[in-house]
């Protein structure tokens, strides 16, 4: 340990000392059978934040728990359902308060609870939890896409705890609510754990989802209480009332629990991050320390574990971790990380979540995961057996890595992002009102769960004719399923299917929004680590044909982008400029590809595309340079677009330290001269239809967002533009007309905080 914290490669180090925990008496209408069962898993008191948690949920009130990672916020929230659920005597919440009504079925004997989990592997990890803590008898079920007949029987008409995700709540659950009646109307509870996690447009589908929930509950005649938990929030309140549709929810963020010692280390690769990563993974786990190394890719992930196993010299063993594994391969894995018999494990975020697994002593991040909410959420894997903890996190070379590596105070004293939720994005509202019409019919009363965007989301759908009236209810009249049409990662409907055109099976899914410059014809498809070519492209037919195929270079797609505002929503003086914020229509087509060696990154050629034009409406912050600036600055028409250019990049690769989105959550256009505005313009939009509220977060903070870019592009010590201020990875035309010292003139006579 000693041995790398003197590494030239550290450039800063934070310690924080081991704190004592606060304990409490176990609530006094805790059920003695679940206590006896909470205390011989080695649980003899609780914290006192949970207790009071615990008091809330027990009297029938909505709340949320903000603690840090491992401080105990599952049992906050299993003591009431267990009181309600596991018992022989089961414990029902108390009477009525004025922020929740009575239920209608109170009396009713059986109750139940549902617990809703971002990721498969955190579900499995609570129905763990719940063997070791509950009572033998408690009936428990998981159900997901991975469960067979017989599972999601016992889940429909046994089980008393209910453990799923919101995918399965759509697809399977709502729609079918009359065979899900029993669960539905005896429910008690429902827990959201991870909650900050639904933020943008997954978001705002959850946050129609959880209304579509509470409709039929009521329905059905129960009233849940909802529990809400997250190891990161700063407007818990604010968020948690949004995504639910509720006027109000109260926070417990008081963190009773102890924390052992622990070491975060701030470390800039000597050669490539990957390297440096693959190097520290092999000598931590031969120091006998059990780690986590956290990647942005599956890629990455099958890499670094397999080089860091080569490098290894003890007989330890090395393995990766990511989405698309089948479900016993999760489960073998996760098995062994709890029994120690694998010593590091390279993981993409699929295992950041709430995966309580014990005796992990490090943990690396690989490149800083473009949230503080983020970052302390895996940082906290570490440490969770009590022994004090490391934390090492590498920088990338792209501007937000650098920029905090320079200010790393930002890290350690910021507060983590509020999360950015707009659930009544039309283009997620309208399909789940169609979707909600067709499990029950829609009528005026329904704007309890909707809010005052549901009567005219409703009149638009009868206009459209996908809803039709009959008196003042709206019914679902098409043969299909309203549920089909939603993607719950996206606004943009249906996926295109990545089709191997030897076999038939689909590869994969891609947003229908990002297919023209994922799988254009010609394109190189990357999926778990394999490279498949493009064949064919049917957007109508919601297909790509591809092949496997080792061509030894990558494709980058170039686009052709231009904007119009709609609506200026807000605007205010910046600098001698101002900064707006409102709607937009963005116009946009792929034009064509470059084909780069896959070693060198150097171009080979390049090839036209004839594709399709796009436009969305979606929501944009943008800043207008007046002609005052640009004559100060001598800038002539070539370089104010290089200038600007070069701006907007290294902005939209900073905004995720002001919004909690990474960049490509959201794009950019910038031109010498908007009709629209009559000035130079830099534009960063939503990437979404409808708006995210990414855009709009951005609006707020503009000024400490382009104080930011301008100190980044003053600070990079590169000559002429690199991956670390003004060169982006997704830009549409191969990062063409930038000019880096046009962009730092040209911020810095634009910042109001200099």
Not at 718 to 733: L, Y
């Amino acid at each position: 340990m000693s041995r790398l914290l003197a590494s030239p490669q550290v450039v800063y180090l934070d310690h924080r000392k081991a704190a004592a925990g606060r304990s409490c008496e176990w609530p006094s209408w805790f059920p003695e059978d679940c206590r006896r069962a909470v205390e011989a898993a080695g649980i003899h008191r609780p914290w006192q934040h949970q207790a009071r948690f615990a008091e809330l949920a027990r009297a029938g009130r909505h709340a949320a728990m903000c603690t840090a990672t491992a401080s105990g916020k599952t049992l906050a929230y299993l003591l009431p359902i267990m009181a309600a659920t596991a018992s022989a005597t089961p414990v029902l919440p108390q009477s009525p308060t004025p922020d929740r009504p009575a239920s209608l079925r109170d009396s009713l004997h059986r109750n139940t609870a549902l617990y809703l989990a971002p990721t498969k592997a955190l579900a499995h990890d609570q129905e763990r939890v719940c063997c070791e803590v509950g009572p033998t008898d408690w009936l428990v079920s998981t159900l997901d896409g991975d469960s067979d007949e017989a599972e999601r029987r016992f889940a429909r008409e046994q089980a008393r705890y209910v453990l799923t995700n919101p995918d399965m709540l759509h697809h399977t659950v709502l729609p079918s609510h009359d065979r899900w009646a029993g669960l539905l109307g005896s429910l008690r509870y429902v827990v959201i754990d991870e909650a900050h996690r639904y933020r943008g447009v997954f978001g705002a589908h959850v946050a129609q989802i959880i209304r579509r929930l509470r409709r039929l509950c009521r329905m059905h005649g129960a009233d849940p209480v909802f529990l809400l938990s997250s190891a990161t929030s700063t407007n818990a309140a604010e968020a948690g009332a949004r995504l639910l549709g509720v006027e109000k929810i109260n926070v417990v963020d008081e963190d009773c629990s102890p924390h052992p010692g622990r070491d975060v280390v701030l470390w800039q690769p000597a050669e490539s991050m990957s390297s440096d990563a693959t190097g520290l993974v092999a000598d931590l786990a031969d120091a006998g320390l059990q780690t986590i190394c956290f990647v942005a890719s599956r890629s990455l992930a099958e890499l670094i574990s397999a080089h860091a196993q080569d490098r290894v010299t003890s007989e330890v063993q090395v393995a990766s971790y990511r989405s698309g594994y089948l479900p016993e391969d999760r489960r073998r894995i996760e098995a062994r990380l709890q029994d120690g018999s694998i010593r590091a494990v390279v993981a993409t975020n699929a295992l950041e979540l709430g995966v309580d697994i014990s005796g992990m002593d490090a943990v690396v991040i690989a490149g800083y995961p473009g949230r503080l909410s983020a970052m302390w959420q895996q940082a906290g894997r570490a440490g969770r057996s009590g022994r004090d903890a490391l934390v090492v996190l590498m920088a990338r070379e792209n501007p937000l890595d650098q920029y905090l590596f320079g200010h790393p105070e930002l890290l350690f004293t910021s507060s983590v992002e509020s999360t950015v939720l707009h659930p009544d994005n039309p283009y997620v509202l309208g399909p789940h009102l169609a979707a909600a019409a067709q499990e029950a019919y829609l009528s005026p009363t329904d704007e309890e769960f909707y809010g005052p965007a549901f009567t005219g989301m409703c009149e638009m759908l009868v206009a459209q004719n996908v809803l039709r009236r009959r008196g003042n209810r709206l019914f679902w009249t098409r043969p299909e399923r309203a549920v089909d049409a939603i993607d719950l990662r996206s606004a943009a409907g249906k996926g295109i299917d990545i089709i191997d055109v030897s076999t038939g099976r689909v590869v994969g899914v891609v947003d229908e929004a990002a297919a023209d410059r994922t799988v254009h014809p010609g394109a190189v498809y990357l999926h778990q680590g394999d490279q498949w070519l493009v064949d064919e492209y049917n957007p109508t037919e919601h297909h790509a044909l591809v092949h496997r195929d080792l061509p030894g270079y990558w494709t980058q797609p170039q686009s052709a982008s231009t904007v119009r505002i709609l609506q200026e929503e807000k605007r205010r003086d910046f600098g001698p400029g101002y900064v707006a914020f409102g709607q937009v229509e963005l116009t946009e087509q792929v034009v064509g590809y470059l084909r780069r060696d896959e070693i060198t990154n150097d171009v080979w050629d390049s090839a036209a595309l004839d594709m399709p034009t796009h436009t969305m409406i979606t929501q944009a912050c943008w800043w207008v340079i007046p002609d005052t600036v640009v004559d100060d600055l001598a800038l002539d028409a070539v370089h104010l677009a290089g200038a600007a250019h070069g701006a907007e990049h290294t902005a939209i690769g900073l905004l995720p330290m002001f919004s909690p989105c990474d960049r490509w959550d959201v794009g950019g256009v910038s031109t010498v001269m908007l009709p629209d505005t009559g000035a130079c313009t830099i534009v960063v939009h939503d990437g979404q239809a409808g708006g995210a509220g990414f855009a709009e977060s951005g609006f707020n903070k503009a000024e400490e967002w382009w104080h930011a870019t301008a100190v980044r592009l003053a600070q990079c010590g590169c000559e002429s533009g690199c991956p670390a201020c003004v060169v982006s990875p997704k830009c549409g035309n191969a990062n063409q007309m930038l000019n880096k010292a046009a962009a730092a003139a040209l911020t810095a006579a634009m910042d109001p905080l200099a």
